[in-house]
């Protein structure tokens, strides 16, 4: 049976936006031989719950808003986005299910934002850099990431290689906001090496697959092997995915 992915449609009140880059999450994730389920902004808690109830993983895709910084106790940066209330709320409600039941989690820009902020951490609200992290809105790549060499990043990308040492791969960001202070159970496992942006998390936990990737794989999915090595593991975890057994617990 095909893994089920949850996907919070990217944007409550920007249709254009999600007919453009919806399809291309549900793409890499049926290439990879599961299922892409779209969540609606409008769905209520318990439609959401019924829906992850049957999904085998979460993605998180990118947003043209940006998380209210309320959120992590900041005051709001005038170039910080408006927020989208009714997005964060799918987003919430499916972490705490993939949390819950150590569901596999990819989180790709915005959605990398959500998760470090959903594990209390905090964002750069606008990045100030000779880098142009935005280029991948006009060019296939930005800039290369440093990715750490005993990171589970590192082995997904190296694809089986025996490859040891500094990896280096090329990105297509497209983003003005990154993580700073990286929240409870995650790591950096990747930056920017001229700036130090930060451009992939990944959980601590060696045994519950947690991704974030500041990038876009989904759009170079069918150009770029790294990007296809991203979403096979991430469809991978959710293939071998299966339920926590909860010990009851004593006293």
């Not at 998180?60 to 989208?84: C, F, I, M, R, W």
């Not at 790709?108 to 750069?124: A, D, E, K």
């Not at 930056?191 to 936990?205: K, L, Q, S, W, Y």
């Not at 045994?207 to 150009?223: I, K, M």
Request: aromatic share 4%.
């Amino acid at each position: 049976m095909k893994p089920r992915i949850a996907i919070p449609v990217p944007h409550s009140e920007k249709p254009d936006y999600n007919e453009r880059s919806l399809p291309q999450y549900i793409h890499a994730i049926e290439a990879e031989g599961a299922e892409g389920v779209p969540v609606s902004a409008n769905a209520s808690p318990v439609e959401v719950a019924r829906l992850v109830n049957s999904c085998q993983g979460i993605l998180l895709p990118g947003s043209p808003a940006d998380v209210d910084p309320q959120k992590y106790g900041a005051e709001k940066d005038p170039k910080t986005n408006p927020a989208d209330p009714r997005r964060d709320t799918v987003d919430e409600l499916l972490l705490q299910d993939a949390h819950n039941m150590h569901k596999p989690i990819l989180a790709i820009c915005y959605g990398l934002q959500s998760l470090n902020v959903w594990r209390t951490g905090t964002l750069v609200q606008h990045i100030h850099s000779p880098v142009n992290h935005e280029a991948g809105k006009t060019v296939p790549i930005a800039h290369k990431v440093t990715v750490e060499p005993d990171s589970c990043l590192a082995k997904i990308l190296r694809n089986g290689s025996a490859q040891k040492g500094q990896l280096e791969v090329p990105v297509n960001s497209s983003h003005h906001q990154s993580a700073e202070v990286v929240g409870d159970g995650l790591r950096v496992v990747a930056r920017m090496p001229e700036d130090g942006i930060i451009e992939a998390v990944e959980g601590t936990n060696p045994d519950h697959f947690v991704l974030g990737v500041q990038w876009h794989p989904e759009r170079s999915y069918d150009q770029d092997a790294p990007s296809r090595a991203i979403f096979h593991a991430f469809v991978e975890a959710a293939r071998t995915w299966k339920p926590r057994e909860i010990s009851e617990s004593v006293g």
